[in-house]
Nanobody, 127 residues
Framework: QLHLAESGGGSVQSGGSLRLSCTASGFSLDNYAVGWFRQVPGREREGISCISFGGGTTNYIDDVEGRFTISRDNSKNTVDLQMNSLKPEDTGVYYC????????????????????WGQGTQVTVSS
């Protein structure tokens, strides 16, 4: 069974850091673009970052550019999202997504029909 699982969420104070991890089981992420979406209270679910299957291309929305860094280790079948300088408005549920047919791009972050989704992990940033 194909499965994505997020980990690393939690509660931090404003300005703090968290590192989210996405681990795939039942399939290899090698040939998949992988992204991170988030659901912030009161807002639509949004794509915030993605990385190409080879890791050579990354994209971020303006809101997280310079604060978040996405990376992947295909040997471990994982994709991480390092989140620094966290703000209270970053609070929400963060989802890992993967799709073999997407290319990581700003357009892909605006598309919600990624093939595989994790269950999400809660991130809470207090002021």
């Amino acid at each position: 069974q194909l499965h994505l699982a997020e980990s690393g969420g939690g509660s931090v104070q404003s300005g703090g850091s968290l590192r989210l991890s996405c681990t795939a089981s039942g399939f290899s992420l090698d040939n998949y673009a992988v992204g991170w979406f988030r659901q912030v209270p009161g807002r639509e679910r949004e794509g915030i970052s993605c990385i190409s299957f080879g890791g050579g291309t990354t994209n971020y929305i303006d809101d997280v550019e310079g604060r978040f860094t996405i990376s992947r280790d295909n040997s471990k079948n994982t994709v991480d999202l390092q989140m620094n300088s966290l703000k209270p408005e970053d609070t929400g549920v963060y989802y890992c997504v993967a799709d073999p047919d997407y290319f990581c791009s700003a357009f892909a972050l605006r598309v919600r029909e990624w093939q595989y989704w994790g269950q999400g992990t809660q991130v809470t940033v207090s002021s």
